[in-house]
C-alpha cells in the first residue's frame, strides 16, 4: 500500500497547534507541576496486554510526576516512528512542562508497509478487536502503573494517527474525554485501501445522522457521555481535503444531538475557529482551519517559552514571526467538565508542519 503525499516545499504560517491543544486539554482541571532537572527518557514498555494489533508502545513520565496527572495519547503519521513524531512536535517538553503522562503507540511495518495506522481495516477500527484494543490496552497500562486521571485521558494525532484518534474516540468513548485529530478523516470513512483513497480525496459526502450511525455503531448500547472534538485542517491540504473536517463536524456534533451550524465563530492567532454547542448549550466540537497550510501539523520550532518541535526535512524550516495574543476563556464541555482539546489561550504563530507521507 502507498499513502504517500507529493514531496513539496512550501512553507506556511499556522498556529501552534500543541500549545493550543494542551491549553485546553489540561484546562482548569489541572493544577502547577514543578519538574525536577529533566532525566527522563522515551522508553518502550512490553507485556500490556494481548496485543491484537501487533503495535509497539512507548511511554515519557516526567521525573517526579505524582498519580492523578493527565495521560495524552499521541499518534504518528505514516513512515513516522513514537521516537521522530515526539522529537518533530516537541510532546516531551511538553509532558515536562505541564505535568502529564505520555503515551506514544507505534505502528509496525509487518502490519503496514509505510508504518501508518490501519484507520481503513475493519479488524482494526473496533471496539475490543484489532490495533483499537491494542491502543486501549497501552492506555490502561499506564493508568495502572501511574495512577493517572482516568478522567483527564485524552487522544491527538497526525494524519493517519488523526483518523487513529477518531478511531479511539468512538471505540472508546468510556476511556477518552477529547481528542484533537490534525488532518484526520471521520471514523470509519473506509473500510478497504481503495476506499481509504477516495476518503482522503475527494471525501465522502454522507448526511450527519449515517456518520452519527458509524460511531453510535462502534459501541451498541453507550448513552454518553461522549468525547468532546476538536478538528484541525489546513485549507490547502489536497492529501486529506478540507472536506473531511466538514464531514467530521457532521459525524460528531450528530452524535453530540447539536446542528451543524457554529454557534460561535471567531478567530485564533488569525486563523478562522468555530465552536458548536449541545442543547444544553455546552461547546462539544471545535475546528481550527490554518488558511493556506497543506497536509501537515503546524510546529513552532525554538526555545521560547511558546515554541514547539524541531526543524527536520519533513517539515516545515521557514521562519514564521512569532505574534503576541492574548488569553481568551476556555470552557467546561461536558457535565464532569471536559475540556475542549482546542485553543483555550491565543498562543504565538508558528511553522506549518508539512509531513511527505503521512497518511
Known amino acids: 500500500m502507498d499513502l504517500h503525499p507529493p514531496r513539496t516545499q512550501r512553507r506556511l504560517p499556522a498556529v501552534a497547534v500543541l500549545l493550543a491543544l494542551l491549553a485546553a486539554l489540561l484546562g482548569t482541571g489541572w493544577t502547577a507541576f514543578a519538574p525536577t532537572a529533566r532525566a527522563a527518557s522515551l522508553t518502550e514498555v512490553t507485556g500490556f496486554g494481548t496485543n491484537p494489533g501487533n503495535l509497539r508502545m512507548f511511554r515519557y513520565v516526567p521525573d517526579g510526576l505524582p498519580a492523578g496527572r493527565p495521560l495524552v495519547v499521541a499518534l504518528h503519521g505514516c513512515t513516522q516512528s513514537a521516537a521522530a513524531f515526539d522529537t518533530e512536535t516537541g510532546w516531551t517538553t511538553w509532558a515536562d512542562r505541564w505535568g502529564f503522562a505520555l503515551l506514544l503507540p507505534q505502528q509496525q511495518s509487518g502490519n ?67 481528542g484533537a485529530p490534525v488532518a484526520g478523516l471521520p471514523y470509519a470513512c473506509a473500510t478497504s485501501v481503495v476506499a481509504a483513497y477516495g476518503c482522503m480525496n475527494p471525501g465522502t459526502d454522507l448526511s450527519p445522522a449515517a456518520w452519527g450511525d458509524k460511531v453510535r455503531a462502534a459501541y451498541p448500547g453507550y448513552a454518553g457521555p461522549w468525547p468532546t472534538v476538536s478538528v484541525w485542517q489546513g485549507t490547502r491540504d489536497t492529501t486529506v481535503v478540507p472536506a473531511n473536517m466538514t464531514e467530521t463536524v457532521e459525524q460528531r456534533t450528530h452524535v453530540h444531538g447539536a446542528d451543524t451550524a457554529p454557534d460561535s465563530t471567531d478567530t485564533v492567532s488569525g486563523y478562522p475557529h468555530a465552536v458548536y454547542r449541545d442543547s444544553a448549550g455546552r461547546p462539544v466540537v471545535e475546528t481550527h482551519s490554518i488558511t493556506g497550510m497543506g497536509h501537515g501539523q503546524p510546529v513552532d520550532p525554538g526555545t521560547g517559552a511558546e515554541q514547539c518541535g524541531v526543524a527536520v526535512p519533513t517539515y516545515s524550516t521557514s521562519t514564521c514571526a512569532p505574534r503576541t495574543a492574548s488569553d481568551s476563556s476556555g470552557a467546561s464541555a461536558t457535565a464532569e467538565h471536559r475540556r475542549l482539546p482546542g485553543a483555550a489561550r491565543k498562543r504565538r504563530c508558528c511553522r506549518a508542519g508539512r509531513r511527505t507521507t503521512d497518511t
Open 112 to 178: 503496514n508497509l509505510n508504518s501508518c495506522f490501519n484507520w481503513f481495516e475493519s479488524a482494526d477500527i473496533g471496539r475490543g478487536s484489532g490495533e483499537a484494543l491494542s491502543v486501549k490496552q497501552m492506555t490502561d497500562r499506564m493508568k495502572t502503573d501511574l495512577g493517572s486521571d482516568p478522567s483527564r485521558v485524552y487522544a491527538t494525532g497526525l494524519s493517519a494517527g488523526a483518523a487513529m484518534t477518531n478511531v479511539m474516540l468512538a471505540a472508546y468513548p468510556d476511556v477518552f474525554a477529547s
